[in-house]
């Protein structure tokens, strides 16, 4: 049975670095796009970062040059190191796992809260 499991939240103050860890198990890592979304209250689950096996990586705007996605397919881990850290990036950020030939995720861990604030 597929699990993603995501670790690394918490309060960090305004500038501020995290990073997230989602350990995969139940699935063939190296045949899904691994990714990182993110939901903040009343407001729909949004795209934050994805990474192929191949190492490509694609972001969202609002990320890009703060944060970096990375995966280590020994560990079957995908991580999110997030930097510069604004309060707008407070959110319940989600892994995913998506099968290479899939439009949509297959998987999602149960989220883990990232809350910036002073």
């Known amino acids: 049975q597929a699990q993603l499991v995501e670790s690394g939240g918490g309060l960090v103050q305004p500038g501020g670095s995290l990073r997230l860890s989602c350990k995969a198990s139940?699935?063939?890592?190296?045949?899904?796009?691994m990714g990182w979304y993110r939901q903040a209250p009343g407001k729909q689950r949004d795209l934050v970062a994805t990474?192929?096996?191949?190492?490509?990586?694609n972001y969202a705007d609002s990320v890009k040059g703060r944060f970096t996605i990375s995966r280590d397919n020994a560990k079957n881990t995908v991580y999110l190191q997030m930097n510069s850290l604004k309060p707008e990036d407070t959110a319940v950020y989600f892994c995913?796992?998506?099968?290479?030939?899939?439009?949509?995720?297959?998987?999602w861990g149960q989220g883990t809260q990232v809350t910036v604030s002073s």
């Open positions: 995913s796992a998506r099968f290479i030939s899939q439009g949509t995720p297959n998987y």
């Open positions: 139940g699935i063939m890592f190296s045949m899904y796009v």
């Open positions: 990474i192929s096996n191949g190492g490509t990586t």
